[in-house]
Structures are given as structure tokens and as C-alpha cells.
């Protein structure tokens, strides 16, 4: 299919990775540069910066299709190769953000264990238009459960992974995305050095281990989103995640119902593994989904 596009020649794909990843390293930067063009002496969660940053990662974000234009000779220009098309588009909202919830079994068992509400006062909270309108009305909300995940999994996944899954196949463009994604993330770095948040080394290795589980879940996420072929996907468990943040494993160690906890945490490691591939099959979300379609050789992630 890759020769195809490109008019028979035989170019290798391995030509197009130097340019590809340095795209992908211009478009991470820009993303992260955008987020610095406004100055100001505020902390990142004061709610002027959060609007600023809303603002310019936007642009940045309407802008990084572009990117993937470029390479219009091999990918082609598609509205369907950045994850937006109305196939398969019922179970790639349900069965990713359900096999996250899997994975997240333990952090929820302990939630619901240590919350004073019913399941039923739960309800009539989510049901409760005022509820809603007092989350959209808070903007470190709306950064962290619409913005953010938005905007990153468009220009991490859907505008990266069009570029470097025909030089470096699915399986190697998955672990490599995630690098500029996790890269991305130092720049906290500036921000905590600034406002003095903590010591330098504390600060660093706090960077360090950032980076090493947004990489992994990066991973994550442009595994689904090669085999789903969806956006809405990978968006949804990255707000999904942002909301339950890092599993407090330290805690459930220290819970009175600790084994029950532990024990979900470990069934739902397992079962997260179990169904991996099949809640992503391409089967569900139609017979070849987009980005696989630029692969220059048949890949078992895309079967």
C-alpha cells in the first residue's frame, strides 16, 4: 500500500524517518513553546494562564494537521487518518475508556470504599445539570479533563503517528511517540524551579519519574489509537486517567480493607491484559483501520 501511494517509487520507508521524527520534535516543541508565549509572573494554575494556555495550545493544535499534510504523497489527506470518522465510532468510545476503567479497578475499589456516598447519590450527582455547569465553569477542569487531553492526543497521536508508522511501521511508532510526548512533560521542570516548589533534586527526579509514566501511558494510547483508528479513544481514557491520577499504591498498602483493595488492583492488572486486544481489535472498529493503512509491511497489531 506505502509504494502505491507513492507512485511506485522505491524509496524506502527508512527515508522518511529523519524527517518525520524531526517534524514530530518541531510539533512537540511548538505545542510546549506555545504554552510560554504569554509572560507572567502567575503560577500555571492561576486561572488567567490556564486561559492564555487554553488560547494558544488551540492554534497550535488547529495548526498541527499541517504537519500531517505534508506527508500527503504517502499518508494521503484524510479527515479518517487523524482518528475523526464515523465507523466503528460507538465501540471506540465504550470499549477503550472501559478497558482503562479495568486496569483502574483497585484505585476505583478504594474510592468506593472510602466514599461516604450511596451509589445512588452518585447518580443524581452525575445527573444533576448543576453539577456539570459548576465543572465547566471551573477552568483547571476544563484544562485537565477537555483541553488537555484533546489537544495532546491530537497533535501526540493523531498528527505524530500518520508520520512515523511509514517509516518505523506500527509496532516501532508506538514506543517512539511516546517519547516526544513524555519529553513534552520537562516543562514542568521550569516552572517548579521558578516557584521554587521543592529542591532541585527532588524537583528532577519528580521530572524523571513524569516522564517515565506519561511515556508509558503515551504507549498506551497510540496502541489504541493505531488500532481503533478513532481519536475519541485515546481522549477519553487520557481524561479519564487525569481524573483518577497515579494509583496511590502506598495508600492501599495502609487501608483497613487492604487485602480487598490489593487484591482489585491486582485482578484488574490481570484482566487488562486479558482483554488488551481483544477491546482494540480492528474487527470492531472496521477491517483495516487508517493508520494501519500506512504500514509498510503487514504488522500483528493491525490483525
Known amino acids: 500500500p506505502l509504494r502505491a501511494r507513492l507512485g511506485g517509487r522505491s524509496s524506502p520507508p527508512g527515508a522518511l524517518c529523519w524527517p518525520s521524527v524531526l517534524a514530530c520534535l518541531l510539533l512537540a516543541c511548538s505545542y510546549v513553546g506555545s504554552l510560554y508565549v504569554w509572560r507572567s509572573e502567575l503560577p500555571r494554575d492561576h486561572p488567567a494562564v490556564?486561559?492564555?494556555r487554553f488560547a494558544s495550545v488551540l492554534v497550535v493544535s488547529g495548526l498541527a494537521p499541517l504537519f500531517v499534510w505534508v506527508w500527503r504523497e504517502v499518508t494521503g489527506l484524510r479527515l479518517a487518518l487523524l482518528g475523526l470518522r464515523c465507523e466503528g465510532l460507538v465501540p471506540a468510545i465504550v470499549l477503550p475508556l472501559l478497558l482503562t476503567m479495568v486496569l483502574f479497578l483497585g484505585p476505583l475499589m478504594q474510592q468506593a470504599v472510602d466514599c461516604p456516598w450511596g451509589l445512588m447519590d452518585g447518580v443524581r450527582v452525575l445527573l444533576d445539570p448543576s453539577f456539570w455547569?459548576?465543572?465547566?465553569?471551573?477552568?483547571r477542569w476544563l484544562r485537565n479533563q477537555v483541553v488537555a487531553p484533546l489537544t495532546e492526543e491530537l497533535v501526540f497521536r493523531a498528527c505524530m503517528l500518520p508520520m512515523l508508522v511509514p517509516c518505523a511501521g506500527p509496532s516501532a511508532a508506538i514506543f517512539t511517540c511516546p517519547l516526544f510526548f513524555g519529553v513534552a512533560h520537562f516543562h514542568h521542570v521550569i516552572e517548579q524551579l521558578r516557584f521554587r516548589q521543592g529542591s532541585v533534586t527532588g524537583i528532577f527526579l519528580s521530572a524523571v519519574f513524569q516522564f517515565s509514566y506519561t511515556a508509558v501511558f503515551g504507549a498506551y494510547t497510540a496502541f489504541v489509537f493505531i488500532r481503533t483508528g478513532h481519536l475519541i479513544g485515546p481522549v477519553l481514557c487520557h481524561s479519564f486517567c487525569n481524573y483518577m491520577g497515579f494509583p496511590a499504591v502506598g495508600s492501599a498498602w495502609e487501608h483497613p480493607?487492604?487485602?480487598?483493595?490489593?487484591s482489585s488492583y491486582l485482578l484488574g492488572v490481570l484482566l487488562f491484559l486479558l482483554l488488551l486486544f481483544p477491546f482494540t481489535d480492528p474487527y470492531f472498529y472496521g477491517a483495516i483501520t487508517p493508520a494501519c493503512s500506512l504500514s509498510p509491511a503487514p504488522s500483528p497489531l493491525c490483525l
Open 257 to 262: 480493607h487492604r487485602l480487598t483493595i490489593l
Open 50 to 52: 490556564i486561559k492564555r
Open 133 to 139: 455547569a459548576l465543572c465547566l465553569s471551573d477552568v
